[in-house]
């Protein structure tokens, strides 16, 4: 998933690097800054999921990393 999204993201900086350039090109052209405007936002959508996949994985780690802690030292107090 998280891949994915890198892939998306890459391609939309690269689409809004392109028509910037087009904008400087023909500079009276408005249709640009839209189009720049609406790359930007679906940018910044992107960045908003990624950073929810991530706490989800970081949250998905930290629970696991209890449950390690939590098992071993069950084991180490059957032990004692």
């Given amino acids: 998933m998280l891949s994915i999204l ?3 993201k890459l391609e939309i900086i690269e689409d809004i690097k392109n028509t910037q350039s087009l904008w400087d090109e ?3 052209n408005d249709y640009y800054h839209s ?3 609406g790359l930007e936002r679906a ?5 908003r999921e990624e950073s929810k996949e ?3 994985l970081d949250e998905w780690a930290t629970n696991e990393m209890k449950k390690e802690i939590n098992n071993d030292t069950n084991k180490y107090t059957k032990r004692v």
């Fill in 6 to 8: 890198n892939k998306i």
């Fill in 26 to 28: 023909n500079p009276s």
């Fill in 54 to 56: 991530l706490n989800a």
């Fill in 43 to 47: 940018l910044s959508r992107i960045k």
């Fill in 35 to 37: 189009e720049i405007y």
